[in-house]
C-alpha cells in the first residue's frame, strides 16, 4: 500500500502521536502485520517506556497483536476514533483499550488503510446493531500495539486491523 501525503486527504482529527496511531508515520514500514495471539492480561502487564516517544517504541509499537476480549463499550471519541474497551475474558475487571481511528481523518485515509478502518467500524455496527447481538459479546480483535500518553489506562491496541465475533 503507497500512503498518500499526510496533507493532502481528510481533515484534522487527533493529535498526541496521531501518525503513530494511524499508521501514516515514517516507520510504519517496521509493523510486521502478521499477528501474534496474545491474552488482555499480558497486554496490560507491559512496561510503558520511560520519558517521551518521539518514533515507535519496540517491540510493542512495531507487533500486531490477537486477543480475544468482552466488548464492554464502543463510543465515539473527540478525534471520532471509535474507542473500544476490552475486558479479559477470564476476569472483566482487567480492562484495556483498542482504537479504530476514522477513514475521513488525515493520516488514517493517508495510511492506505483506510479502507480497513471502514470496514472494521462497519463490521462493529453491523454485529452490535444486529438481532444476535448480545450484551458484553466475545470478540477478536486484532491491532498494533501501542502507547498513549500517560493517563489511568494500561495497554493499548491503535489502529485496530480486524474484528471477530467468535
Keep these: 500500500m503507497s500512503p498518500r501525503a499526510a496533507g493532502t486527504c481528510g481533515g484534522a482529527c487527533g493529535v498526541e502521536r496521531w501518525a503513530v496511531k494511524t499508521l501514516s508515520d515514517a516507520d510504519r514500514e517496521r509493523v510486521n502485520l502478521r ?28 507487533t500486531v497483536y490477537q486477543v480475544e476480549a468482552r466488548l464492554l463499550w464502543l463510543f465515539t471519541e473527540a478525534d471520532n476514533d471509535y474507542h473500544l474497551v476490552l475486558a479479559s475474558p477470564r476476569d472483566t475487571t482487567l480492562t484495556m483499550i483498542a482504537e479504530v481511528p476514522d477513514p475521513g481523518c488525515a493520516g488514517a485515509c493517508a495510511s492506505g488503510f483506510a479502507s480497513v478502518y471502514a470496514q472494521v467500524r462497519q463490521k462493529l455496527l453491523d454485529y452490535l446493531n444486529s438481532p444476535q447481538s448480545v450484551a458484553r459479546p466475545l470478540v477478536r480483535i486484532t491491532g498494533v500495539g501501542f502507547f498513549d500518553y500517560i493517563h489511568s489506562q494500561r495497554g493499548e491496541l491503535h489502529p485496530v486491523l480486524a474484528v471477530e465475533f467468535p
Excluded: K, M, S
Design 35 to 62: 499477528p501474534v495471539n496474545t491474552t488482555i492480561e499480558a497486554l496490560i502487564a507491559i512496561q510503558r517506556p520511560v520519558g517521551p516517544l518521539a518514533g515507535r517504541a519496540d517491540p510493542v509499537e512495531v
